[in-house]
């Protein structure tokens, strides 16, 4: 079974500072997919990033990037120039190559503080 | 408009009552998916549908809850007798390529079901 854990329920940061959210998840899938997902409060889950694990070069979006580290199952967000509007839920996500559905942690609420 | 939606945005019902839950997919998609997540929770996996089929519903937490996709579009989800454990927010999700992992899903804004 695919588990994903986000072992920091809440995380701030100062406007225009860097924070990274931690995610671990297990598997015996040697080929999936990983994401970050950003809810805010509107409910709508917007895809922040998207990693192939077959992909050893970790994935970049703008201000967001991961440290994907295939070996120890871990799977960090950076938000780099934090802004107000980063402020939401933050999941992680897996999904295994063969299968449809996606495996989501519990989520890291992030405030950015003005 | 463009994203997956879901209607109604809130829905409130009594405990025994039957409730029924509409997502309408971005046009095109085939693979269409419902997640419920509960208070604090992340989204948990119900049931996916490859066209009108439900091509994996292992999710499902029991024979009250059921879905539909009759013509592969708007998919319907259906819950008897609620029960106040069933409250949450039920995500609808849209991808592209069926069976192709690591498409992106859309979501929609959820619903969020109150039994009371």
């Known amino acids: 079974a695919q588990t994903v854990t986000q072992s920091q329920p809440e995380m701030s940061v100062q406007e225009a500072e860097t924070v990274t959210l931690s995610c671990t998840y297990d598997?015996?899938?040697?080929?999936?997919?990983l994401f970050w997902y950003k809810q805010p409060p509107s409910r709508q889950m917007i895809l922040v990033i998207r990693?192939?694990?077959?992909?050893?070069q970790n994935a970049t979006e703008n201000r967001f990037s991961v440290n994907f580290q295939k070996a120890a199952k871990s799977f960090s967000l950076k938000i780099s120039d934090s802004q107000l509007g980063d402020t939401a839920m933050y999941f992680c996500?897996?999904?295994?190559?063969?299968?449809?559905?996606?495996?989501f942690g519990t989520g890291t609420s992030l405030t950015v503080i003005p | 408009g463009a994203g997956v939606s879901q209607t109604p945005s809130n829905k409130v019902t009594e405990k025994g009552k039957y409730v029924e839950l509409r997502c309408d997919p971005i046009?095109?998609?085939?693979?269409l998916y419902w997640y419920r997540q509960s208070l604090g929770q992340g989204p948990e996996f119900l049931i996916y549908?490859?066209?009108?089929?439900?091509?994996?519903d292992s999710g499902l937490p029991n024979d009250r809850f059921f879905a539909v996709r009759p013509e592969g579009s708007v998919s319907t989800l259906k819950i008897q007798r609620t029960e106040r454990g069933d409250s949450a927010v039920y995500l609808c999700?849209?991808?592209?390529?069926?069976?192709?992992?690591?498409?992106?899903?859309?979501f929609g804004p959820g619903t969020r079901l109150t039994v009371l």
């Open positions: 549908f490859q066209g009108t089929g439900a091509a994996d």
């Open positions: 999700a849209s991808s592209l390529a069926p069976g192709l992992a690591g498409n992106e899903q859309f």
């Open positions: 990693q192939e694990a077959y992909k050893q």
């Open positions: 996500a897996f999904t295994s190559a063969t299968g449809n559905q996606f495996y």
């Open positions: 598997t015996s899938e040697n080929n999936y997919y």
């Open positions: 046009s095109g998609h085939t693979a």
